[in-house]
C-alpha cells in the first residue's frame, strides 16, 4: 500500500500569515526604536551634542605674551626672541598620550628630558591646552613630522619665538637665561599670567626682572578641523599683553673687552660707575653658553656642566668670596689715621720680620730684606705687610671691622640680580658667635694684610674702591638704568639708588682722604709702586692698590714658589682701582684666580679695560660688533 501524504492547506496558510505577523511585528519593533532613538538625539539631547560638536570645531587657545627684549646702555640687543618650530600636542584630541609619545620618538628625536618636562606641563595645563613636546626642531625634522601628520591626531608643530642671546657666554652671567618651567615655578606664579608659555627666567636679569619682561597671556577662540589643528582663528577674546623692554647700565663692548682681558685666566672684573653706581661691565669667566639651556640642554651635558672643575656655571663675581689680601691697605691707612694716634709721616723701619710678643714665630714681609724706613704713604704704595702688621696692632680687630664694613666690605653689595654671596670682615664678636672661641692677636695681625678669616667678593671691592673715590659716599651697584612701554614705546629712566655716608666716613677730613688717594695714585705712578706696571704708560691717572691673597699657609722655613705649585695652590692676584684719580667716571676691581701678582696680572686686565672705558670707547664701536656671536 503507497504512503500518500496529503498536504493541509488551511494548516499552511495559519503558519505563513503567522509567520508574517511576527516579521512585521519585529520590523515595526525595529523602526518605532529608531524613530525612539532619532527622536532622542535630535530633540531630547540635542542642546547637548550639539554644544558638544560645537566644541569639536570651536576651541579656545591661550595666546603666550611677546617677551621683552634686553639692551645694554648704547641700545645693542643682549637678549631677543627669534622664531623656532615646537612640537605641541592637545591631550583631548589624543587617545594614548604614552603611545602616542613612543610613535612620535621613531620619526623626532625625543629625550628622556624631553618626556619629563612633557608629562610635568600635561599634569599641571588644562587638555584643551596645547602642551609642548619638543622645542626647536630643525628643518628636517620638521619634513619627517609632516609626511607624518596623518598618524598623529591632536599633535601639531608650531612656530613659536625662542630667546636668543648674542652674547653668548660673555653675558651669561648678567642677562641669566630661561628654562623650563618648573614644579617650584608653577607653585609661585599666576598661572593664567602663563597659559601657553612654557619658558620662565632662571638667572640674572631675567630672573629678577620677570614679571616686566613676561607680560601677559590674552586667549582667542579657533575653529579646528576633525584632527584638531587650526583651521582660522575667530576671534581674539583677550589680546596678550607684550613684555617691556629692558636697557641694561652695562657696556656689552666694555663687557667684551673685560671678557678677552681675562682669556686663559679664570676670575672676575667688575666695573662700576662711581658717580651713580651702575654696572659699567661684570664678567665672570669661564661662564657658559645661556643658548644652550634655552635650547633644553641633555640632562648628562648640564651635569657635566655642573660637574666642570673650571664652574663655568659659578658667578665669581657676585658668589666668589677671596681674601681681599693687600687691596684693603688704604683703606686700614684712613682708618689708622682717624681712629689711631698714628702720624702718617711717622716712620717704622722694616726689616722684613714681624714677632709678636710671646710668639717664637714671626709674621713676614712679601719682601724678605725688608723696606727699610718706612711711612704711612710708602707703605701703601710698596705695599709693606710690616707696617700694616703694626698698624692692624694699633688699631685691634674691631676697628679693623668698624671701619671696612663702613665701605660695604663683609655684606652683600645690593646688585638687582640674584644669588650674591656676603663676605666675610671679622670681629671679635663674630668668631665668638660663628666658631664659639675667643680673638687672638695673631689674627689681628694677619686681618692687617686683609688675610685669616676676611672674605670679599669682586662686586664688592668694586664697590669699596668707588666709596673710596667718593671720599665714603656709597651707591649700591645697579645693573637695570630703564624700561621701554611695549605699547607707548616710551622709555622710562630707572632713578639710581642714593648715595649714602656713614657718621664715620663723613666725619674724616678731606686731608686724610686725599693722603689715602694719594698714595693710590703713586702705587700705579710712583716708581716703586706695586703697580708701576701700568703707570707708565698711562695718559690719564689711576688710583689703584694691588693685592695678592694665599691660599694656603707657608711653613716658617717655605719659600713661595709660584712655577713649582700646582695651580690650585697659587696665590689669587688683585687690583683695585678708579680713574682719572682726580675725576673718577670708572672704578674697578679684578680678580684672577690662582694667578699671582697683583701687579703682574690682574692690574694690566684693569689697564685694558679703563683703556677701552677712557680712550676708545667713542671711536670703537665696530670693534665689538664683529665679535657678537
Request: proline share 5%; charged share 25%; hydrophobic share 35%.
Amino acid at each position: 500500500m503507497s504512503d500518500l501524504h496529503i498536504r493541509n492547506q488551511n494548516k499552511d496558510r495559519r503558519l505563513y500569515f503567522n509567520r508574517a505577523v511576527l516579521a512585521a511585528v519585529v520590523a515595526t519593533g525595529l523602526l518605532l526604536l529608531l524613530v525612539t532613538r532619532m527622536f532622542i538625539l535630535q530633540v531630547v539631547d540635542y542642546q547637548h551634542y550639539s554644544t558638544l560638536a560645537d566644541g569639536n570645531r570651536v576651541r579656545v587657545e591661550p595666546i603666550p605674551p611677546t617677551r621683552g627684549l634686553i639692551y645694554d646702555r648704547e641700545g645693542r640687543v643682549l637678549a631677543e626672541n627669534l622664531p623656532t618650530y615646537q612640537l605641541e600636542l592637545i591631550p583631548e584630541q589624543v587617545e594614548d598620550v604614552h603611545q602616542t609619545i613612543q610613535a612620535l620618538g621613531e620619526i623626532i628625536d625625543i629625550q628622556e628630558q624631553d618626556q619629563e618636562r612633557f608629562f610635568r606641563l600635561l599634569d599641571s595645563q588644562r587638555r584643551f591646552q596645547p602642551v609642548p613636546i619638543r622645542q626647536n626642531l630643525s628643518d628636517e625634522e620638521v619634513a619627517r613630522f609632516s609626511v607624518e601628520r596623518q598618524r598623529f591626531p591632536g599633535v601639531d608643530i608650531r612656530a613659536r619665538l625662542a630667546r636668543h642671546y648674542p652674547y653668548g657666554e660673555k653675558m651669561s652671567h648678567i642677562v641669566g637665561y630661561l628654562g623650563a618651567i618648573s614644579r617650584q615655578d608653577l607653585q609661585r606664579i599666576d598661572r593664567s599670567r602663563y597659559s601657553g608659555t612654557t619658558r620662565i627666567g632662571k638667572a640674572g636679569i631675567e630672573f629678577s626682572y620677570e614679571p616686566i619682561l613676561h607680560g601677559g597671556a590674552g586667549s582667542r577662540r579657533v575653529e579646528t578641523n576633525a584632527q584638531g589643528r587650526v583651521i582660522r582663528t575667530l576671534d581674539v577674546r583677550e589680546p596678550a599683553v607684550p613684555g617691556d623692554d629692558l636697557y641694561l647700565s652695562v657696556d656689552a663692548e666694555l663687557q667684551r673687552v673685560a671678557w678677552n682681558a681675562l682669556e686663559g685666566h679664570s676670575g672676575a672684573v667688575v666695573a662700576l660707575d662711581p658717580r651713580d653706581g651702575s654696572v659699567l661691565a661684570k664678567v665672570s669667566r669661564p661662564a657658559f653658553d645661556p643658548n644652550r639651556l634655552v635650547a633644553g640642554l641633555q640632562s648628562e651635558a648640564f651635569r657635566d656642566m655642573q660637574n666642570d672643575p673650571e664652574r663655568p656655571l659659578f658667578n665669581r663675581a657676585t658668589r666668589g668670596r677671596y681674601p681681599p689680601g693687600s687691596t684693603i691697605k688704604p683703606f686700614l691707612a684712613l682708618a689708622g689715621m682717624d681712629a689711631t694716634d698714628v702720624d702718617p709721616d711717622d716712620t717704622i723701619n722694616c726689616t722684613g720680620e714681624f714677632h709678636l710678643e710671646g710668639r717664637d714665630r714671626p709674621f713676614r714681609d712679601w719682601l724678605r730684606r725688608g723696606h727699610g724706613p718706612t711711612d704711612l704713604h710708602k707703605a701703601v704704595v710698596e705695599s709693606c705687610d710690616i707696617y700694616f702688621y703694626k698698624l692692624a696692632m694699633e688699631l685691634g680687630i674691631n676697628n679693623i671691622h668698624r671701619y671696612l664694613t663702613q665701605f660695604g666690605l663683609g655684606a652683600q653689595a645690593s646688585i638687582d640680580i640674584p644669588g650674591e654671596s656676603a663676605g666675610v670682615i671679622p670681629s671679635r664678636e663674630w668668631k665668638r658667635r660663628t666658631m664659639g672661641e675667643g680673638w687672638y692677636h695673631g689674627e689681628t695681625v694677619i686681618a692687617g694684610i686683609g688675610q685669616g678669616y676676611m672674605l670679599s667678593t669682586p662686586l664688592q671691592l668694586a664697590k669699596a674702591t668707588a666709596g673710596m673715590a667718593n671720599h665714603g659716599y656709597l651707591h649700591n651697584p645697579r645693573i637695570l638704568m630703564g624700561t621701554r612701554n611695549a605699547f607707548t614705546r616710551e622709555y622710562e629712566t630707572m632713578s639710581p639708588p642714593e648715595a649714602y655716608r656713614s657718621e664715620l666716613l663723613a666725619a674724616i677730613s678731606d686731608t686724610r682722604w686725599e693722603r689715602a688717594i694719594d698714595a693710590m695714585v703713586d702705587s700705579v705712578h710712583g716708581e716703586r709702586g706695586t703697580a708701576r706696571s701700568i703707570g707708565f704708560s698711562s695718559p690719564y691717572s689711576i688710583a689703584g692698590k694691588t693685592g695678592t691673597a694665599q691660599v694656603f699657609g707657608l711653613e716658617e722655613d717655605e719659600e713661595y714658589d709660584h712655577e713649582g705649585l700646582a695651580r690650585h695652590l697659587r696665590d689669587h692676584a688683585l687690583f683695585i682701582a678708579f680713574a682719572p684719580a682726580e675725576n673718577p667716571t670708572i672704578a674697578i676691581s679684578v680678580l684672577v684666580e690662582h694667578g699671582g701678582g697683583g701687579g703682574s696680572v690682574a692690574a694690566p686686565v684693569a689697564q685694558k679695560v679703563m683703556d677701552y672705558y677712557l680712550l676708545k670707547r667713542n671711536n670703537d664701536d665696530q670693534a665689538g660688533n664683529d665679535d657678537a656671536d
